[in-house]
């Protein structure tokens, strides 16, 4: 049958056939081998095959579960009773049904606790990256309206309902809060009705509570069950099985009282089930209080991105993992860890990892208390885009390796018996994880302070900050090779990861021809242990440092040099030396230091000869020609006090700040000598000063560099 979309038509069907008397038969074209052509067509109106209108097909005019017209024939909104009419009209008016935990289930009618928005712009939730629409449409013909669906949590926080005339529910001016439920047990906040929740029925249903409908006391709970894997124990319960079990969580149906509009005029429905923590009283949730304060800390339904609603932008909203229950925290009772393989190597006296693997155990209680998570191995009706994240990680950022992830479904109970989607985790059980073999990368990020990382164990819940522990002992690791691959030291560069180029502190720079790498008894030892009162800097966790820290509790057993500093007496120097190629006979160069500042090795007061009295910023750097000048003093000006190449005689030309480096210029007077190897050596000698200053400096790289 021909539409009546077309202006032209003038046909005018009626519900399943022509009227006598509606056209004449002439209208109709003669369908193939004569007859009479109005038989024909009354008969391929009713063929229930190749039918043409919604009626031959068994739509009915009124749509049976609201009661709404459907068909114009019966006042409905359908102008014409074609198949392709009513598919069109009738898909636009069906909208999507979230369900429990907010994705599609059909067989659940206006189920979830949608966020709406404005007749026209859609309010949703976004599943695995894609937008799905949740936003009702009712005929202009409504005087009603009312908002409907499942509840979870049930027994926590507060229920609000707001009415807004143009969709914005920000703006507190348009919206009005029309009802108010408080579903805890704990007395509701004043001029907030309360549920009647009881918490001695929390493992069973609880009675379901009636709407007055009076004031704000317009939302009714029916189906208030515990969260079950198994509803079969009460009949005609709405929801189907479930993958989890967490019975200390209620669920309800609730349903608001209706809402009277004026016909044709726009009016939506926000419904907003706010956390008890900040629902504390009445004055909260007001219209007001919206546009600061709806969001997802505050709440436990989705709330819009970034507080938008419309304006331009589609709402999205992240129903992801949206369940917590604030009343419990995770509890780490045991988390330790001992390696079980790694390969070593000394700075400075204190031995650390370059490669880590890690066996241990930890246990932690309520952490299935605290919300709902589907495990790294998603359950069969959670679909793609709700998994959770993991609920535990073992976290190895100090030390620049990858977390390690754990999902419930990779934990074992209390009697370690591994969960999985058979056996999953009720809230009392205790989660038990196992670390076997489990590895550190060499690290790609500088090592924390003093080289000593954390391998933390973190329990997390929803919106809530992670329970964590570091466990066992702390972990000592050698951070090279340096951030972004760089160059371990070498001639002209020195980053602070090895010991290949360090002299004796002792050494006197007296000999005219001395190599690069050192040799005989000018070679230093990283595995001797720094002792008191000797004039040795500390090289750990890429940094030169003064030696501070007790290291003997960490793994590997280090040693305490807490108690070398407090050995050490009042102004102690302790001190690093290498050599520096210069490449050819030179006299003046430049030195980019990272990590001090100019003022920290300034001599700022005149010359003494004392350096600890010279330098009150606690550092000395100082340069030398080996076998031909005195030690330098980079920190004051060529000139200072005199011309003469004795030492502390100023050499310093140019000083300049480059983002966090100093390039500082020199110039010896005298030129660097080949050594006979090809090496044009200069000495650099840095000194850190026991004067409660230089004790917390350090030094990161230092580069030599042409003029």
């Known amino acids: 049958m021909p539409s009546t979309r077309d202006p032209n038509e003038v046909v005018n069907p009626g519900p399943g056939k022509l009227p006598a008397g509606t056209v004449p038969s002439s209208a109709f074209i003669s369908i193939g081998g004569g007859g009479s052509g109005v038989a024909l067509i009354q008969a391929h109106m009713a063929d229930p095959v190749d039918a043409h209108m919604a009626s031959a097909i068994g739509i009915e005019p009124v749509y049976a579960l609201t009661g709404e017209a459907l068909l114009t024939s019966a006042g ?140 704000l006391d317009q939302i009714s709970l029916a189906w208030r069950l515990p969260y079950l894997k198994d509803y079969t124990a009460y009949p005609g319960a709405p929801y189907p099985a479930f993958d989890a079990n967490f019975y200390r969580y209620q669920m309800a149906q609730f349903l608001t009282a209706p809402v009277a509009v004026a016909a044709g005029t726009p009016r939506s429905l926000l419904v907003v089930h706010w956390r008890e923590a900040y629902a504390t009283t009445l004055a909260k949730i007001q219209p007001s209080q919206l546009a600061a304060y709806l969001i997802q800390a505050n709440c436990y339904t989705p709330a819009p991105v970034a507080g938008v609603f419309d304006g331009g932008n589609i709402e999205t909203v992240n129903r992801h993992n949206f369940i917590v229950d604030t009343g419990g925290t995770p509890v780490i009772s045991s988390y330790s860890y001992t390696v079980a393989s790694g390969t070593t190597e000394y700075l400075s006296g204190v031995q650390s990892y370059n490669t880590l693997t890690i066996n241990g155990s930890f246990q932690i209680s309520n952490l299935f208390d605290t919300g709902y998570y589907t495990g790294a191995e998603s359950p069969p009706n959670v679909p793609v885009g709700f998994a959770s994240p993991a609920i535990v990680k073992l976290a ?79 972990v000592l690791f050698n951070s090279h090779p340096k951030t ?15 010991e290949k180029y360090r002299y004796v502190s002792a050494y006197a720079g007296s000999a005219p021809s001395p190599p690069l790498v050192p040799s005989g008894g000018d070679v230093f030892d990283p595995t001797g242990v720094l002792v008191g009162s ?89 340069l030398r020609i080996p076998g031909i000048t005195g030690w330098l003093d980079l920190g004051r000006v060529k000139g200072d006090p005199d011309l003469t190449t004795t030492d502390g005689r100023g050499c310093r030309t140019s000083l300049t700040v480059v983002g966090s480096d100093l390039i500082v210029g020199y110039d010896t007077t005298e030129y660097s000598v080949n050594n006979g190897s090809g090496d044009f050596p200069i000495i650099l000698r840095i000194g850190l000063i026991k004067n409660g200053t230089g004790q917390n400096l350090t030094v990161t790289e230092v580069e030599w560099q042409a003029p």
Not at 146 to 156: C, E, M, V
Request: aromatic share 10%; proline share 8%; hydrophobic share 35%.
């Open 76 to 215: 409905g909104l359908i102008p014409g009773e074609s198949v392709l009419d009513f598919i069109a009209t009738m898909k636009d008016l069906l909208p999507l049904r979230p369900n429990y935990l907010g994705y599609s289930d059909a067989n659940l009618p206006l189920d979830g606790v949608p966020v709406w928005s404005t007749l026209s712009t859609p309010g949703g939730y976004t599943a695995g990256g894609s937008f799905v629409a949740t936003h009702h449409i009712w005929s202009a013909g409504v005087t009603s309206i009312q908002a409907a669906g499942s509840l979870f949590p049930a027994d926590r926080g507060m229920l609000a309902i707001y009415l807004s005339t143009d969709g914005n529910y920000l703006n507190a001016g348009s919206t009005t809060l029309i009802g108010a439920l408080w579903l805890g047990g704990d007395p509701p906040p004043a001029g907030v009705p309360g549920s009647n929740f009881l918490e001695a029925s929390r493992l069973t249903a609880q009675v379901d509570y009636t709407a007055s409908g009076t004031g």
């Open 484 to 498: 972004g691959g760089g160059t371990l030291s070498t001639e002209t560069f020195e980053p602070f990861v090895d």
């Open 396 to 474: 190895f950022g100090d030390l620049g390796g990858a977390d390690v992830e754990y999902g419930y479904y990779d934990l074992a109970d209390g009697g370690a018996t591994p969960f999985s989607t058979t056996n999953p985790p009720l809230s009392g059980d205790t989660a038990n994880g196992t670390l076997t073999g489990v590895a550190i990368p060499t690290p790609t990020a500088y090592t924390p302070d003093g080289g000593v990382g954390a391998i933390t164990l973190g329990a997390y819940c929803p919106w809530a900050a992670p329970v964590t522990s570091t466990g066992g002992n702390l």
């Open 534 to 622: 000797d004039g040795k800097l500390q090289v750990v966790g890429h940094r030169l440092a003064y030696p501070t820290i007790d290291y003997t509790t960490h793994l590997p057993p280090g040693a305490d040099y807490a108690a070398v500093l407090s050995s050490d007496g009042a102004s102690h120097i302790r001190r690093y030396v290498r050599l520096f190629n210069t490449g050819i006979a030179r006299n003046i160069g430049k030195l980019r230091i990272r990590g001090l500042s100019a003022a920290a090795f300034a001599a700022s007061t005149p010359f003494s000869g004392n350096e600890a009295t010279d330098h009150p910023g606690g550092a000395v750097v100082q």
